[in-house]
Each structure stands twice: as structure tokens, then as C-alpha cells.
């Protein structure tokens, strides 16, 4: 995978069979190295006789590593209760320890925990590490430590950077809770959680440092995950906090170009109806393959009948999207060295053009120009006289993948995670994260819910190629839009009267804009910056569904208070019935 080194962990390590010679072999015949020997516990400021039992423990540890062929130890901050406070008693104990260390060839380094006893911060850490004043003493610094404390990182520029033997590396999301719990269970790789890993790792860069960084991750979900994806999320987490200029920098996306279906030959009238009832018009067929191009407004949709007919894969289903980035070549080069496949042959039977890239079920094609248009026959144009622009789009991920499926495109494209939200589906929750670019030309709603009865799971499980699951298009005139769909025959998805009566007691809206919404189905929220109207087709092909909105002012969310009226209409269709 790319990986150098291995922490050895002390419990890992006791309750394993082999010798130290024999694991150092093992972890020699990978090419890896032993990072690190971790944790000694509950060692500065211990009263007699605990300090010398302390002591003794350490010169065992120092053997063990010498088998071992690890040459640093981690001591965190003590959290015994028969500790007894002080910084020159702690620094005293760590120049009499550096110098048992400095006969044995080993180095150790003081670890501020974040519910140590007396030291939970780097600061008096390295306050202790920089009054013992050995050579075989340092400090070690974790991202977890600092962020969850809101320590000031200015701190970090003061330590010399020779002084600074190792540094740990951990995410997680935010959560008010005890700090060993938050730590033990919900650590994850950096860029899948919202602590400030970035601006750590930059004031880390500033002082110089070039060693050791070591992902530490406690996370329950990962001891029953994929190795495989969590190892590969692992090592992207990394390429992603490299210095710059190590590895081309993120790519900018400049817009979502098109969505691409496939479909059997067989079915393309019936997908032409449908697309006709949206208010899409074909403009255009492709010059050597049977594809067909739609427009509406600014959206394109391109209909793919080049999929093997044998195959799963031709049923109709979005499976793919074009993105517009500033440069192609430069996204390829980090695609290689994030580990991301670049497919030359997919599904099709030919091989595409434009260079198109996968990761846990997510196919993007990479456009930097619009000579991919140079490939269709035009037909004449209708002027619809609409500005309709993609919004967003909406994947399914398995549960498991949720966090790895955040990390790609944060790792790959200039984008964060503007929100984590808990969505109510009347049979579980579904989580939700969503990605976004700082212009907002590019939004990717990521859900993911572990009870399989959810919608969310259902329709997933209707994907024979991609998870794309809703495909969300944003218009300035939500009415006349409306309006047009019913002139076209389309059917939306009908919600309750009783959700009408709810909006109306919320609200207050004007008589004739309820009347307005509950006679096209539309749903409606708002908040202090806006207000938002959804309407939503029925169920297509069991599998995905299109979502038409109106932003008003500056409302930047995503409707999800109307999620459960919309999943609550949709398993009617599906079932016949409430769940």
C-alpha cells in the first residue's frame, strides 16, 4: 500500500505467542519498520514504592524493544490517582529515565493525554520534556490531543523540531462527550471527521519536521470493516496531509457537465417518453455509437445504449457523471497517487475517450474543455427558455464505506464537508454528509443507513452499476416548472394532506402558496436565511428518482426536515402502504 513504518501496541504485542525476534522478522520481510513501541502507563510523579516499580517496568520495555528493533517508546501523561503533581518532579523523573534510555540506545516520548491527571496538554508537556534536558527525552504530539482540546496550534511553532520524536495522526467527528470515550471510540483517518487536521499538520510543517507520522484510530466500526478500505483510506488520509509540493496539489472542480444513463437498446423510446415528460429535449445523437444526448436549460443528460445487452448493467440507471476540473493531467496524477482507478475499459463495449475514474462504485468522467461535444451530430434546438442548473447529486453507500466515500473526494478535489446530518426514515436512520466546492458548482449528498430496511438500503440494492440514488435539479421558478409538468402528463410523488396542514400551522404561509404547493406536491421549509420548495418524481426503474427545487435568498440547506414525508410517499408506492 505505500505504508514505511508499524507501531507496535504493548497489549498486541502480550497477547500474541510469537517472540519480539520473530515479529521484528515479520514486520522486516513486509519492508516496514518499527515506528514505535506504545504505551507506557502511569510513569512521572509516582510516589515510592510505585516509582521504582516504574522504573524497573521501563528497563523491561527497553529489553523487549531491543529484540524488537524499536527504538522509541511512548509514555503518555499518568492518570493514577497516586500520582502526584508538578513539572520539575515529572522533568526529574524523565532525565533519571533518559538516562537508563540513553545506555539502552532508546528514545522516549512524553505524550500529553487529553484526561491526563495533571498533564492534558501539549504545552505542559512539552514544558517537562524541555526542563529534563536529555538528548534521549522528547515530546510526541497527537492531532486527537490538541484538536479536542481547542489548544491553541501557535504553541506547536515553539518546539524545536528535533525535539518533536513522533507524531500521531487522528480525525473524528465533533461530539460533546468524556474525552476518553470520544477518543477510544470515534477516532477515524484525518478528512473523515471535522477536527482541523490540515491547519495542525501546516503549524507541524512550519517548525521543520520531517519524521515520523503515524496514524493512531480507535474507531469501533473499523475492527469490523473492510482492512482492505480502511488500509486505503489510511493511506490517502496521508497522501492528503502531505507538505506541498510533495504530491499536485487537489483538483479545483468547476461545475457538474453532464449525468450519464445507461440503458438497453430495447428500452429507448420508452426513456425518450420519460425524459420528454421532464421538459428534456434531444439535441443531439453521437456520430459513431448509439447515444443519445438531452438538454434542459443548463443540464445535460447523455443516454448510453452501448452497454452489453446480456448484462445487469444495461437496465436504465444513472451511473455516472461528467466533471468540469482545471486541469485533467494534474487529476490523473493525483488519482495515481491516491490509489483511485483511472478505467480505461468499463462495462461498454468500447473504450471511452474521456478519461473516466472510479472509487467505491462512483464513476466520474474528468473533462477540462468541451471536445467531448465534438463527438455528436446536433439536431435543431428548441429554445425552452429555462436556466435549470444541477443542484446536487445523491449517492447510496454501503455503511462501511460512508467515511471512505467522504475522504475521496475530499482528498481528491478541493471540496469539504459542509454538514453532517441524521436523516428519519420510518424504519432507521440514515446518515447523510454532504460535499461541497467553495462555489457551490459542485454539491454531492453522500447517505449511508446500516438497517437494511431504510429506502436508502432498498433502492441500493436495485444498483447493478453505481449508487448514484437522486439526481437534484435547481430551478428559479419552481411553479412555472410545476406547471409544465403537468401539461407534459408527469407524475410527481404525492404527499400527505395532513403534511400541507403541518406546513400551514408552521409557517403561515399566504393562502394561495399553500393552495399552490398542495396542489402540485410540492414541500416547502425555511429557515432565517430563505425559504426552499422540492418536488419529486416517483420512483424510477425502482432505483433513483429526480428532485426539482427552488433556493430562495440565501437558504443553503437541503430540505432535510421534509426527508421522512418524502421516504414515508415513496415506501407507500413501493409497498401499497404505510411503514
Known amino acids: 500500500m505505500g505504508f514505511k513504518g508499524v507501531e507496535i501496541f504493548e497489549n498486541d504485542f502480550l497477547v500474541h505467542d510469537l517472540k519480539p525476534k520473530e515479529i521484528k522478522k515479520i514486520v522486516s520481510d513486509y519492508g516496514l519498520e518499527i515506528s514505535l513501541f506504545q504505551p507506557f502507563r502511569d510513569f512521572e510523579g509516582m510516589p515510592e514504592p510505585y516509582r521504582s516499580r516504574a522504573f524497573d517496568r521501563a528497563k523491561k520495555k527497553f529489553d523487549i524493544m531491543n529484540e524488537l528493533g524499536a527504538k522509541t517508546i511512548l509514555v503518555c501523561s499518568n492518570t493514577s490517582n497516586l500520582a502526584v503533581g508538578g513539572i520539575d518532579r515529572a522533568a526529574d523523573d524523565f532525565n533519571e529515565l533518559g538516562e537508563i534510555a540513553k545506555n539502552r540506545n532508546i528514545f522516549i516520548g512524553y505524550e500529553a493525554l487529553a484526561w491526563g491527571k495533571y498533564i492534558s496538554d501539549h504545552r505542559d508537556a512539552w514544558e517537562i520534556v524541555r526542563r529534563a534536558n536529555h538528548n534521549n527525552v522528547g515530546i510526541i504530539l497527537d492531532s486527537f490531543h490538541t484538536l479536542s482540546r481547542d489548544i491553541n496550534l501557535d504553541s506547536i511553532a515553539s518546539i524545536p523540531k528535533e525535539k518533536i520524536f513522533i507524531v500521531q495522526i487522528a480525525d473524528a467527528p465533533k461530539y460533546n462527550m468524556d474525552l476518553l470515550f470520544w477518543s477510544r471510540h470515534f477516532r477515524n483517518m484525518p478528512g473523515q471527521g471535522d477536527l482541523n487536521v490540515l491547519d495542525f499538520m501546516q503549524t507541524l510543517y512550519n517548525t521543520g519536521y520531517d519524521n515520523w507520522i503515524s496514524l493512531e484510530i480507535f474507531n469501533d466500526q473499523f475492527r469490523k470493516d473492510n482492512r482492505d478500505v480502511i488500509a486505503k483510506d489510511g493511506y490517502r488520509s496521508l497522501i492528503n496531509l502531505s507538505k506541498k509540493n510533495e504530491i499536485v496539489e487537489r483538483t479545483k472542480i468547476k461545475k457538474i457537465e453532464f449525468l450519464e444513463f445507461s440503458v438497453k437498446k430495447e428500452e429507448l423510446n420508452i426513456i425518450h417518453a420519460l425524459f420528454n415528460s421532464l421538459g428534456f429535449v434531444k439535441v443531439g445523437h453521437h456520430k459513431t455509437k448509439n447515444i443519445?444526448?438531452?438538454?434542459?436549460?443548463n443540464v445535460k443528460f447523455i443516454i448510453n445504449a452501448e452497454i452489453a445487452s446480456n448484462e445487469k448493467n444495461g437496465e436504465f440507471n444513472p451511473y455516472a457523471f461528467g466533471l468540469v476540473v482545471d486541469n485533467v493531467q494534474s487529476t490523473l496524477k493525483r488519482c495515481k497517487a491516491l490509489k483511485i482507478n483511472n478505467v480505461k475499459d468499463f462495462y461498454l463495449k468500447n473504450k471511452f475517450k474521456m478519461n473516466l475514474i472510479e472509487d467505491n462504485g462512483q464513476y466520474i468522467f474528468l473533462i477540462d474543455n468541451k471536445k467531448w461535444q465534438n463527438d455528436f451530430n446536433f439536431l435543431d434546438q428548441v429554445n425552452q427558455n429555462s436556466n435549470l442548473e444541477f443542484d446536487h447529486i445523491a449517492i447510496s453507500v454501503e455503511h462501511s464505506t460512508l467515511l471512505?466515500?467522504?475522504?475521496?473526494?475530499?482528498?481528491l478535489f478541493e471540496c469539504k464537508k459542509i454538514s453532517n446530518t441524521d436523516i428519519i426514515d420510518p424504519s432507521g436512520i440514515i446518515k447523510s454528509h454532504v460535499i461541497e466546492n467553495k462555489s457551490k458548482t459542485f454539491k454531492i449528498v453522500i447517505n449511508s443507513a446500516e438497517n437494511n430496511e431504510t429506502l436508502t438500503s432498498q433502492l441500493r440494492k436495485k444498483k447493478y452499476i453505481s449508487n448514484i440514488q437522486h439526481i437534484a435539479l435547481r430551478t428559479d421558478d419552481i411553479f412555472k416548472l410545476s406547471k409544465k409538468f403537468n401539461e407534459l402528463g408527469l407524475k410527481t410523488l404525492k404527499i400527505s394532506d395532513n403534511y400541507y396542514d403541518d406546513i400551514d400551522a408552521k409557517f403561515g404561509l399566504?393562502?394561495?402558496?399553500?393552495?399552490?404547493?398542495?396542489?402540485?406536491?410540492?414541500?416547502?421549509?425555511?429557515?432565517?436565511?430563505?425559504s426552499f420548495f422540492q418536488i419529486y418524481t416517483t420512483l424510477i426503474n425502482?432505483?433513483?428518482?429526480?428532485?426539482?427545487?427552488?433556493?430562495?435568498?440565501?437558504?443553503?440547506?437541503?430540505?432535510?426536515?421534509?426527508?421522512?414525508?418524502?421516504?414515508?410517499?415513496?415506501?407507500?408506492?413501493?409497498y401499497g402502504c404505510h411503514t
Do not use: C, H, P
Request: no cysteine; net charge positive; charged share 25%.
Open 542 to 574: 425502482n432505483s433513483f428518482f429526480f428532485e426539482f427545487l427552488q433556493r430562495n435568498k440565501s437558504y443553503d440547506g437541503y430540505g432535510a426536515n421534509n426527508a421522512i414525508f418524502r421516504i414515508s410517499a415513496q415506501k407507500k408506492l413501493i
Open 510 to 530: 399566504e393562502t394561495n402558496i399553500l393552495k399552490k404547493i398542495k396542489e402540485n406536491n410540492i414541500l416547502y421549509d425555511e429557515d432565517s436565511d430563505g
Open 292 to 297: 443519445i444526448l438531452y438538454v434542459f436549460g
Open 404 to 411: 471512505s466515500s467522504v475522504l475521496f473526494y475530499k482528498s
